[in-house]
């Protein structure tokens, strides 16, 4: 079976996660919890990023490069178009929300998550003790800004992010405001980067991850709640009920797998 290494709350996690319940593909996914080692994700495929794919002895990291070679090994149900046009339209808008929605997404959530306390006790494990809960909350907004600084998350970066993520979302809007597809009339890797790398600007509602109940549904104030962006995230809601599988079973963990990880 294919072992998909992954964060569950990893855009990019889910981007292929999308791509194997749209095929058909069974797989196992094993959780990299961040913590203490990085080991076995970096002995498997020299890196410390997610997602990492295991097929047998084939090892891919990199989550365009996991969708090509589910492509070319799981031909059925194929994610690249074969017309020339909407090939080169579906590469090229996979490629700009891998490099826009991806990183301009993590700085609102961050933005989002210094501003509101309960936005970011909500994001905490369900098991975590409330005592715990509580002292996250109660950090000032100003000292989570300060630790901000130091991984590129300024108020301006966050709401020059903002900002553009704004326009991305008009764009994607009224694109799909009158076709079922972001490039043709099946869904393609393009559909499935955009839907995958959404996942922080609002968690999709029903039983797709193992994420804690009270944030399912819930979004970044300013942009899930916004009518004006209702038609994209109406569209992205009918990709999760056609193509993605419902959550079963909790992901894998296990003590000696990897334990930290850097997320891509």
Not at 40 to 57: A, I, M, N
Not at 138 to 151: A, F, K, R
Not at 197 to 203: C, Q, T, V, Y
Request: glycine share 8%; with cysteine; charged share 25%.
């Amino acid at each position: 079976m294919l072992e998909l290494y992954q964060f569950e709350l990893s855009q990019y996690s889910e981007k292929v996660r999308l791509i194997l319940d749209y095929k058909g593909l069974e797989y196992k996914k094993i959780e990299v919890t961040p913590g203490i080692g990085q080991f076995e994700v970096f002995r498997l495929s020299g890196q410390k990023q997610v997602p990492v794919l295991k097929d047998g002895d084939t090892i891919i990291s990199d989550s365009t490069a996991i969708a090509m070679y589910l492509d070319r090994q799981y031909p059925e149900k194929p994610i690249i178009p074969s017309n020339s046009k909407q090939r080169g339209q579906c590469l090229l808008m996979e490629e700009w929300a891998d490099e826009s929605i991806g990183p301009k997404s993590r700085k609102v959530l961050f933005g989002a998550l210094s501003q509101n306390p309960s936005f970011r006790t909500a994001f905490l494990p369900s098991e975590t003790p409330d005592f715990l809960k509580t002292l996250l909350g109660g950090v000032p907004s100003e000292l989570i800004q300060l630790l901000g600084l130091g991984v590129g998350c300024t108020p301006d970066t966050v709401k020059e992010a903002r900002d553009s993520l704004k326009q991305d979302l008009e764009a994607l809007s009224l694109i799909l405001a009158d076709r079922p597809y972001l490039v043709g009339d099946t869904p393609c890797l393009a559909d499935f980067a955009v839907a995958g790398l959404s996942l922080l600007l609002k968690i999709p509602e029903g039983k797709y991850l193992d994420v804690p109940e009270q944030i399912k549904g819930k979004g970044i104030p300013g942009l899930a709640d916004d009518s004006d962006y209702e038609p994209f995230f109406t569209w992205r809601d009918r990709l999760y009920e056609d193509y993605r599988q419902k959550s079963t079973t909790s992901s894998s963990t296990s003590s000696s797998g990897p334990q930290s990880i850097q997320i891509d």
